[in-house]
């Protein structure tokens, strides 16, 4: 578990390639945001997960109130744009339930294109962001779409 929970604050599964295919394979995070009570840092950034993992997620996440900083960055290689849009919405609206006051979010490197931007749209109008500080979006395919988001139209 090296590398997992380094505080009672923050959970860090960075950089470790883990496949989170179903629930089962997600066993290990999940615990890990359960037994983290003052949950005020994710990191999930590279590794790989799938619609039933964000699902599962989604519902710990949900009763983590404190957080304040989502790293979900280079989370979704390989996945299709359905697949990425569905496990953003769960853990988008999970966030949005529990109250939580988001400061930073990493989404970069997810080929969110459109349908990220619209379940992002959501995230970020909501009161969960109203202290956002930091949104890092590189390299995720938004085209003319990102630019328009980028200039408010």
Same mark, same amino acid.
């Given at each position: 578990?090296?590398?997992?929970?380094?505080? %009672?604050?923050?959970? +860090?599964? &960075?950089?470790?390639? !883990?496949?989170?295919?179903?629930?089962?394979?997600?066993? /290990?995070?999940? *615990?890990?945001?359960?037994?983290?009570?003052?949950?005020?840092?994710?990191?999930?950034?590279?590794?790989?997960?799938s619609?039933?993992?964000a699902?599962?997620v989604?519902?710990?996440?949900?009763?983590?109130?404190?957080?304040?900083?989502v790293?979900?960055n280079?989370?979704?290689?390989?996945?299709? %744009?359905?697949?990425? +849009?569905? &496990?953003?919405?769960? !853990?988008?609206?999970?966030?949005?339930?529990?109250?939580? /006051?988001?400061? *930073?979010?990493?989404?970069?490197d997810?080929a969110?294109?459109?349908?990220?931007?619209e379940?992002?749209?959501?995230?970020?109008k909501?009161?969960?962001?109203?202290?956002?500080?930091?949104?890092?979006?590189?390299?995720?395919?938004f085209?003319?779409?990102?630019?328009?988001?980028?200039?408010?139209?």
């Open positions: 578990r090296a590398n997992t929970v380094t505080n %009672m604050s923050r959970v +860090d599964f &960075s950089g470790r390639s !883990i496949k989170w295919n179903n629930t089962n394979d997600a066993y /290990e995070l999940l *615990e890990a945001i359960k037994d983290c009570e003052n949950l005020q840092e994710i990191n999930l950034s590279g590794n790989v997960m619609v039933e993992a699902i599962s989604s519902s710990a996440l949900e009763q983590k109130s404190s957080i304040k900083k790293y979900l280079d989370l979704f290689t390989g996945k299709s %744009m359905d697949v990425i +849009d569905s &496990s953003l919405k769960c !853990i988008f609206l999970a966030i949005i339930a529990s109250g939580a /006051e988001i400061e *930073e979010i990493n989404l970069s997810n969110l294109g459109h349908k990220g931007v379940a992002l749209s959501r995230l970020i909501s009161p969960s962001c109203h202290s956002l500080r930091s949104l890092i979006l590189n390299n995720n395919g085209g003319l779409i990102g630019a328009l988001v980028k200039h408010g139209n």
